[in-house]
């Protein structure tokens, strides 16, 4: 028998197309056919900011001639490929510890009228809205269970949607490796089942809905606008199930996590779970609100989260000191993984994300300078430099624009940007 490319595997009424393998003289259809790897995106987030002294380089040398400071020292091996930039800033900023609510949304909270607190959408449901289309899950969120304890603030996540209410996010390596991987343990008809009876209770309620629109104030109305919007994302969702319900999850690439992981070990774990929905296509849009409290307390430090951001000479520095080596050491490891799984084209997994790292704080209650360390190829940046902006505060926004366009959507702005980090292009 002579393969050819429609060569299929038939078993229980079943088939399953083959790959193209060389070794049974497809060589000349691997060579042909085009490869497109997908890009990707992933935002790290961390509260109660950094040790000032000594995790930003020195202001006075930019571009490839600077030195690492002790606090990003870890990231040696990979100088070559992040940049490290200062001067940027959430102008609206006013809560120290609010690190998460508008990070990646650059939101005036008091940016609707008569509202004590609002947010906008953020920068990565921005980009999942183009790059989550085809994949099992539009974007995946990944928190802690000490946001509050790690300088986090309001939210689920990193996350929030169009109408600017938060996204829930799974907040252990075990919650995130159910969704990712879990086994399907409901009989499919069952599953459909289900997912019917929650379109008809979606049903039952526009219907109620709507027959009471004619009687609100204007007000109201725009509520009520508000409320059928976060109807018709339900049922965007539903739908995007309903179309995934008939494909199996992909295998794992690592073992089941425990749940009791806490601190550096959950940290790590939540590491390794990127790059596997990465490996698997699983999603292409990624945040991580990262637990500070217990990572600190995983190192043996006695100091209080809080405290720590406000250390002073002695002890507390050097513990504060000791948590971001730590961050880095752990971004690292991150970064050699990503860097170790290859592409179909050849080029490696690294190649192809986009990832920014940071926090909304620089140290104690000062939110100018925000820490940022960006990496990976997939938005196009120049990286092995140390950038620092001429304006004295430039929005978080226009690097959040910049990486929104170098993964190619198709935006000219975003939040209070005042345009791209022209610095940062390749």
């Not at 190192?299 to 948590?323: F, N, Q």
């Not at 084209?345 to 140290?363: A, E, K, Q, Y």
């Not at 092995?384 to 902006?389: A, D, E, M, T």
């Not at 935006?411 to 940007?417: G, I, N, P, R, V």
Request: charged share 20%.
């Amino acid at each position: 028998m002579h393969p050819t490319r429609r060569t299929v595997l038939r078993a229980a009424g079943t088939a399953l197309a083959l790959p193209l393998l060389p070794s049974l003289g497809w060589r000349r259809f691997a060579a042909a056919a085009p490869v497109t790897v997908p890009t990707r995106l992933v935002f790290l987030s961390f509260g109660w900011g950094v040790t000032n002294e000594t995790w930003f380089p020195d202001r006075a040398k930019t571009g490839v001639d600077y030195d690492l400071p002790e606090g990003l020292a870890p990231l040696a091996r990979h100088k070559g490929g992040i940049t490290v930039i200062q001067g940027l800033a959430n102008k609206f900023s006013n809560e120290a510890h609010w690190g998460s609510t508008f990070y990646l949304t650059g939101a005036n909270r008091y940016g609707v009228p008569g509202s004590s607190f609002s947010n906008s959408i953020s920068a990565d449901q921005v980009a999942a809205e183009t790059l989550g289309a085809g994949t099992r899950f539009t974007s995946l969120q990944l928190t802690s269970r000490d946001a509050e304890q790690s300088g986090h603030g309001p939210g689920l996540s990193l996350a929030w949607n169009r109408q600017g209410k938060p996204l829930a996010g799974l907040d252990t390596p075990l919650a995130a490796y159910e969704r990712l991987f879990g086994d399907e343990t409901l009989p499919l008809a069952e599953r459909q089942r289900m997912l019917r009876e929650r379109r008809s209770v979606l049903d039952a309620v526009l219907v109620q809905a709507r027959s009471i629109d004619r009687t609100l104030s204007a007000r109201d109305h725009d509520k009520l606008d508000e409320y059928f919007q976060s109807i018709r994302d339900i049922e965007t969702r539903l739908a995007k199930e309903e179309s995934w319900m008939t494909t199996p999850k992909p295998r794992p690439p690592l073992d089941a996590p425990g749940a009791s992981l806490v601190g550096e070990q959950e940290i790590a774990l939540m590491y390794d779970l990127i790059v596997a929905a990465f490996r698997t296509d699983s999603t292409r849009v990624i945040t991580y609100r990262q637990p500070m409290a217990s990572l600190i307390k995983s190192m043996g430090i006695t100091v209080a989260p809080h405290d720590l951001s406000h250390y002073t000479p002695g002890d507390r520095m050097e513990a504060s000191k000791r948590r971001d080596r730590k961050q880095s050491e752990l971004l690292a490891t991150l970064l050699d993984r990503l860097a170790a799984v290859q592409e179909a084209d050849g080029s490696s997994l690294l190649d192809r994300v986009s990832l920014s790292f940071g926090s909304n704080i620089r140290s104690i209650h000062y939110l100018d300078n925000c820490p940022t360390v960006i990496a990976g190829g997939g938005a196009g940046i120049r990286h092995g430099r140390h950038v620092v902006l001429e304006a004295k505060q430039t929005p978080l926004a226009n690097l959040w624009l910049t990486l929104l366009q170098g993964v190619g959507i198709e935006t000219d702005s975003f939040a209070d940007a005042t345009g791209t980090i022209g610095e940062l292009r390749a």
